[in-house]
């Protein structure tokens, strides 16, 4: 018999070859008995940008992730989209609908529910390193969380302003800019210091620049990278608190 042919799934970002998210949705493709397939394209400008996702109904894609740098980007080349993606401005994946592409966004749901299983974001006041396409969506839904207060520390003045107005429209939050340093110090009263940068990602390991002797030893701290797993912002906390 002839196998049923493979439906195609994948991510569109620059760069993507360090990114293990193939590999997790193939295995779970594989877990469910499905014939479905995930590619990774490295999508490296804009212009780009555009003839890829023109090209994903042609080619026939189900369904298409969407990471840096191109989050805020995809959404004008978009038929559609949700009401998460219309409150933080950012979308993360894109299903298509009977031929019409449609943005969604469930980057800040997940770290919310991880977040979550080690302390609660209720009434936490929260300072996010980084305030991208993920960062946004992190940060508000952090703030619909119950976070009771959010500072965003971005290299770019005008990018953490807009995220911090946005996440005060979106939540009622109290939300404002700090501007990135050689060393970030962090404010006083923090209880949870998130890295929301690339900061870290394999295979560079970058380390994040923070004066850890304003971070308090009872503060959470945060980091979003996913490769690897213990990254070089959790592996200096950890050192730092040994007794």
Same mark, same amino acid.
Request: one cysteine or more; aromatic letters at 6%; a neutral charge.
């Given at each position: 018999? =002839?196998?049923?042919?493979?439906?195609?799934?994948?991510?569109?970002?620059?760069?993507v070859? *360090?990114?293990?998210?193939?590999?997790?949705?193939?295995?779970?493709?594989?877990?469910? %008995?499905?014939?479905?397939?995930?590619? $990774?394209?490295?999508?490296a400008?804009?212009?780009?940008?555009?003839?890829?996702?023109?090209?994903?109904?042609?080619? %026939?894609?189900?369904?298409?992730?969407? +990471?840096?740098?191109?989050?805020?980007?995809? =959404?004008?080349?978009?038929d559609?989209?949700?009401?998460?993606?219309?409150?933080?401005?950012?979308?993360?994946?894109?299903?298509?609908?009977? %031929?019409?592409?449609?943005?969604?966004? !469930?980057?800040?749901?997940?770290?919310?529910?991880?977040? *979550?299983?080690?302390?609660?974001?209720?009434?936490?006041?929260?300072?996010?390193?980084?305030?991208?396409?993920?960062?946004?969506?992190?940060?508000?839904? =952090?703030?619909?969380?119950?976070?009771? $207060?959010? +500072?965003?520390?971005?290299?770019? *003045?005008?990018?953490?302003? /807009?995220?911090?107005?946005?996440? /005060?429209?979106?939540? %009622?939050?109290?939300?404002?800019?700090?501007?990135?340093?050689?060393e970030? /110090?962090?404010?006083?009263? +923090?209880?949870?210091?998130?890295?929301?940068?690339?900061?870290?990602?394999?295979? *560079?390991? /970058?380390?994040?620049?923070?004066?850890?002797?304003s971070?308090?030893?009872?503060?959470?701290?945060?980091?979003? =990278?996913? !490769?690897?797993?213990? +990254?070089?912002?959790?592996?200096?906390?950890?050192?730092?608190?040994?007794?």
């Open positions: 018999m =002839i196998p049923p042919q493979k439906q195609m799934t994948g991510m569109l970002g620059h760069p070859a *360090e990114n293990p998210i193939d590999r997790m949705f193939d295995a779970v493709y594989a877990h469910y %008995g499905l014939p479905w397939q995930f590619w $990774k394209n490295n999508i400008s804009e212009s780009d940008l555009r003839l890829a996702v023109a090209a994903l109904v042609p080619l %026939g894609y189900r369904g298409m992730c969407v +990471t840096v740098p191109y989050k805020v980007a995809v =959404i004008p080349l978009l559609e989209v949700d009401d998460d993606v219309r409150a933080i401005g950012a979308a993360n994946y894109v299903t298509i609908e009977k %031929g019409r592409l449609v943005g969604h966004n !469930n980057d800040g749901k997940g770290v919310v529910k991880a977040i *979550e299983k080690v302390v609660p974001l209720r009434g936490q006041h929260v300072v996010m390193l980084g305030a991208g396409g993920a960062g946004r969506a992190m940060a508000v839904e =952090i703030a619909w969380a119950g976070a009771a $207060k959010m +500072t965003l520390v971005t290299r770019r *003045e005008e990018q953490g302003r /807009e995220v911090a107005a946005l996440v /005060e429209k979106a939540s %009622g939050v109290p939300s404002q800019w700090q501007a990135w340093q050689p970030v /110090e962090v404010p006083a009263g +923090t209880t949870l210091l998130m890295n929301a940068t690339h900061l870290g990602c394999a295979p *560079e390991l /970058e380390p994040v620049p923070v004066l850890w002797d971070v308090s030893t009872d503060c959470a701290v945060v980091d979003v =990278i996913t !490769n690897p797993r213990i +990254t070089p912002f959790l592996a200096t906390r950890h050192f730092l608190l040994r007794p």
